[in-house]
């Protein structure tokens, strides 16, 4: 099968004489506006009171379109081709099972970040990198807490990938839980939504938001965890209930910190 040296001339042309699209830099932030309470597919009542995670290399992504760019306008045809061919020669791996998300990356954030969705509301993470066009999607990384990440020696994060803490309340029962999940090495997030037409002009921040309660649908983040169940191995001095590793509870909130769904990449003014 000869296609690669086809696909190699039909990108050089693609790269030769025309003007490159321009870019723009805009501002990435923990937004923590949607980490609400939110209620379970089993009626319990969820509120969050730590939500910390460790992600990294933002990649933003759009369908091909660009905007206004002379030649690298008129050449979107021709592009949008290109990058379907490369799909076709060159499938891309697709971390997130279930899902055909997918997408021309043409803007990133790369680096680590320790990402605090309750208490670290406004930080920032970055200027990101965006060429012009119209993006509907973003991937990010799952990684694992490491001492470089200026984490303390006694955090919970070092090691792992999430700490989440909160309380869950149905029918007068309360139950305190707190859980650090483990995601595997490589596991990536992809097509996050992220809604944005970027231009020249665009100075938007963009809030990288965990969003207990799925936007597209009813699922939450704690879908077919019993608290009933894990109140019967509540500690006796009142602490929270610690979510084992590698058992139901905390295997079913490692799958559902992997979906898409409970992602989003929010633009806002830059100015309040």
């Not at 040296?5 to 870019?23: I, T, V």
């Not at 021309?104 to 990198?129: I, P, Q």
């Not at 019967?232 to 009142?238: I, L, N």
Request: hydrophobic share 45%; glycine share 12%.
């Amino acid at each position: 099968m000869r296609r690669l040296p086809a696909l190699s001339g039909l990108l050089a042309l693609l790269a030769c004489g025309g003007q490159e699209a321009p870019r723009v830099t805009l501002e990435v932030v923990v937004d923590g506006g949607e980490v609400v309470a939110v209620e379970s597919d089993l009626g319990w009542t969820v509120t969050l009171t730590r939500c910390r995670g460790v992600v990294g290399d933002l990649a933003f992504t759009t369908a091909g379109e660009f905007h206004d760019g002379d030649v690298t306008a008129q050449r979107a045809p021709l592009r949008r081709y290109a990058v379907w061919i490369t799909r076709a020669l060159i499938p891309e791996a697709r971390a997130h099972p279930g899902h055909a998300a997918g997408g021309e990356v043409v803007g990133e954030l790369a680096g680590r970040f320790v990402v605090d969705f309750c208490e670290g509301d406004g930080a920032s993470l970055g200027a990101a990198t965006l060429t012009v066009g119209d993006y509907n999607g973003a991937n990010l990384s799952l990684l694992t807490g490491e001492e470089g990440d200026g984490l303390a020696a006694d955090d919970p994060l070092l090691g792992h990938s999430f700490e989440l803490a909160g309380v869950a309340e149905r029918d007068g029962a309360s139950v305190s839980f707190h859980a650090v999940i483990d995601q595997d090495a490589g596991r990536e997030v992809i097509g996050a939504p992220f809604d944005l037409d970027v231009t020249e002009a665009s100075a938007a921040v963009l809030g990288l938001q965990l969003r207990p309660r799925s936007p597209f649908s009813a699922d939450t983040l704690f879908d077919g965890i019993d608290f009933a169940a894990l109140a019967g191995a509540a500690p006796e001095d009142g602490d929270p209930i610690e979510l084992i590793a590698d058992e139901d509870a905390a295997n079913r909130l490692k799958r559902a910190l992997q979906n898409h769904d409970f992602y989003f990449v929010n633009p806002r003014d830059s100015a309040p």
